[in-house]
């Protein structure tokens, strides 16, 4: 990680080699994840020449539902938010500074905006123990990281992703952590609403956040876009609807469009794929979601997450938020299963601890079975339900939809 900060100021500045940051490959990153990557960025090669004189940092997302792309970002793109971000952590006193910890992998985007912010402040990030992907997250490696950051008298800020922050709460170390956070900023998907009631309950102040690689992370913090972020909907004629403050914005609805001088410049050797996605309109994430009366960006999910179930339509995404709200349930995933012709829903949970003792995994079979067609109706009640001690992540804290299902449809996920 240090390496990877001390050759930031060169590329950022264009006096160095622009940087692909990729993580080593381990036992918590397979070898074929890292090679995925690897051809997502393709570093040094001599056959792929570097799209532009101003790209900075070639990063890789995911790759949670397909392959993973590498997303060209120059300095200014990943510098463009960050005033506005400490900002937040200092709550508006530029006397104070800040300290942030890395707790995310920093070849992922949430973890190497770590790096880009605490550049900004002339002070090294300190690192979670095994922020290299060698180890696994704990709650006493981020809390001893915390305390001992704390004793410098700055304002602590970190980057988590929900399963981080739900095992944190679960012990009273990790709670103290958490609150002695002037910022806790999670992204890498939704927060199930049991963790967020369960920060609420425990005094800790959480700020969502919503982004992509893309968008050079989080731009939407708790459903208000930063400054000079520009949020639109696409609408299935192709006309582009932006709310208004006077409009009956909570009907404004579809694909989430992104605009603002975060946006990337495209993808690594994909010029199909960065004039689909990169659009004079912005950046098309792929996500559907609505502008709430409130002045919100709600998140409603994948738009390729959507399946026809029985001759209705099922948004995946729906269904892991409505099973996320129980308390029963640690983290979930909903996966289509079945023929393509004909598909059905299975759900992957992990139960939270001492769940399965005090109600038994039948009575909380019922319970999801439920909760899902009180809320979205019999064409959502999964054909399956599979308990399992954990979902395969990525380094980044995504869950590895790919692996999942090939696991589902093979052998059943591991117990």
Wanted: proline share 7%.
């Amino acid at each position: 990680m240090l390496r990877l900060f001390d050759a930031l100021p060169e590329a950022l500045a264009g006096h160095g080699p622009a940087l692909a940051p990729l993580p080593t490959a381990s036992l918590l990153t397979p070898h074929d994840v890292v090679q995925n990557l690897i051809r997502a960025t393709r570093p040094d090669d001599p056959d792929a020449p570097l799209e532009g004189d101003e790209v900075a940092i070639v990063l890789a997302t995911s790759g949670s539902t397909g392959s993973p792309r590498g997303v060209l970002h120059t300095a200014s793109s990943l510098r463009a938010l960050d005033q506005q971000v400490l900002q937040i952590a200092r709550s508006d006193d530029p006397a104070v500074r800040v300290q942030w910890i890395a707790a995310l992998p920093v070849t992922s985007m949430g973890g190497f905006n770590v790096l880009i912010r605490a550049l900004a402040t002339d002070q090294i990030p300190r690192c979670v123990p095994g922020i290299g992907g060698l180890a696994p997250f704990t709650v006493e490696g981020f809390a001893a990281t915390v305390e001992l950051a704390a004793e410098g008298g700055t304002a602590l800020a970190t980057s988590l992703v929900a399963a981080q922050v739900r095992r944190l709460l679960g012990e009273p170390r990790g709670c103290a952590a958490l609150r002695a956070c002037a910022l806790v900023l999670v992204g890498g998907g939704p927060l199930p609403s049991a963790v967020a009631a369960a920060a609420q309950d425990a005094g800790i102040t959480l700020t969502t956040t919503y982004g992509a690689t893309e968008t050079g992370g989080g731009c939407v913090f708790n459903g208000q876009p930063l400054a000079g972020v520009q949020i639109g909907f696409l609408q299935s004629d192709g006309r582009l609807a932006t709310p208004t403050a006077d409009a009956d914005s909570d009907q404004v609805t579809g694909e989430i469009v992104v605009k603002g001088p975060m946006i990337a410049l495209g993808y690594r050797c994909d010029a199909q794929g960065t004039a689909q996605a990169f659009t004079t309109q912005g950046y098309r994430t792929g996500d559907i979601g609505r502008w709430t009366s409130a002045q919100l960006l709600q998140v409603q999910g994948r738009a390729d997450d959507v399946i026809a179930v029985r001759g209705t339509n099922v948004a995946l995404g729906a269904v892991e938020a409505v099973i996320g709200g129980l308390t029963a349930v640690a983290a979930v995933a909903a996966i289509p299963s079945g023929p393509i012709d004909d598909p059905t829903i299975t759900i992957c949970v992990v139960l939270a601890d001492g769940a399965a003792g005090q109600s038994g995994e039948a009575e909380i079979e019922a319970l999801i079975r439920a909760q899902v067609l009180e809320h979205l109706g019999s064409a959502a009640n999964p054909a399956r339900i599979l308990v399992t001690e954990q979902l395969p992540m990525l380094p980044g804290g995504k869950i590895d939809r790919v692996r999942l299902r090939r696991e589902v449809i093979e052998n059943g996920p591991a117990r």
